[in-house]
């Protein structure tokens, strides 16, 4: 939701740019020079762009890379970090502290990492939106960056965190973000592993599946957990015949608490996504 911990992040010398009181091709220099860094960037790699200040307020944002790229010039005044993933994304750290010079933009989707565990109706939000299956995180589609302010605005104490308090961006892309808490004695065995079943339509576990079974296994690689589809044990009606989309499937996740929410996380994340394209058929 990695490997890119243990490499040094680097931050850019934003001196050897032209500076922000120039010109506007100035601003189009430094967003070129930002832009040509970034794209050097591997998948579990991080560009630190700017120093985080200890009392800053920031938030962790996840979008698809090519429209993260596209926004650069007007992200660059707020962004402070970015990693690259291996699902096409970018994950952002930025600053939640609106600068004089933003200028207007927009997402086809956006997915807000949440700083703990909420349920839907501690959110706040006035924009559609779909909380995610692990509830560590909140996609909201077709938003502008001054209604993205707002909801930072009004949901503060749910989705902006310190410095001290992000979560380790080198998490496995789609994973459920860490919960700060206390030492823990080790029990004398591993917790025993528990299963989950997730019920979809026929058409969605298919897509969830993908061609040859590339996509559930890459999932399954990811999460580490054991995922089965279920057969449909049952004789279809003639409704179900003629309306196949209709059919309901299962898919059983077996694994620990971390194993099962990562999956679900991921399964969720890939559905939201295909979701949004225009010709889905889920």
């Known amino acids: 939701m990695g490997a890119f911990a243990d490499e040094p992040l680097h931050e850019l010398d934003l001196n050897s740019l032209p500076g922000p009181q120039e010109t506007e091709c100035s601003s189009a220099a430094k967003a070129t020079a930002l832009l040509a860094r970034i794209d050097t960037l591997g998948c579990h790699r991080s560009y ?30 707020s962004l402070v970090q970015v990693t690259k993933t291996a699902n096409g994304t970018a994950v952002l750290v ?47 589609p077709q938003i502008t960056f001054t209604e993205l302010r707002r909801e930072v605005l009004l949901n503060g104490r749910l989705l902006t965190c310190r410095r001290s308090e992000l979560p380790p961006i080198s998490a496995p892309p789609g ?48 999460s580490q957990a054991t995922i089965k589809v279920l057969p449909i044990c049952k004789r279809l009606s003639a409704s179900e015949q003629s309306h196949p989309r209709s059919l309901q499937q299962t898919l059983a996740i077996t694994g620990d608490r971390l194993q099962i929410a990562t999956a679900m996380a991921l399964l969720e994340a890939q559905l939201s996504l295909h979701r949004l394209a225009p010709d889905h058929q889920l």
């Open 94 to 140: 930025w600053s939640a502290r609106p600068q004089e010079d933003e200028t207007p933009g927009s997402w086809r989707w956006l997915r807000i990492r949440l700083n703990r565990l909420v349920t839907p109706c501690e959110l706040n939000l006035s924009l559609p939106h779909r909380l995610s299956a692990d509830s560590r995180s909140v996609i909201l």
């Open 175 to 222: 994973a459920p973000l860490p919960v700060a808490a206390g030492p823990r004695q080790a029990g004398p065995q591993a917790a025993l592993p528990q299963t989950q079943e997730l019920h979809l339509t026929k058409a969605a576990v298919t897509y969830l599946i993908g061609p040859v079974g590339e996509r559930i296994e890459a999932t399954r690689l990811q």
């Open 48 to 77: 630190t762009v700017r120093e985080m200040r200890p009392e800053g307020q920031y938030v962790v944002l996840e979008a698809d890379w090519y429209e993260f790229r596209s926004q650069l010039d007007r992200l660059a005044t």
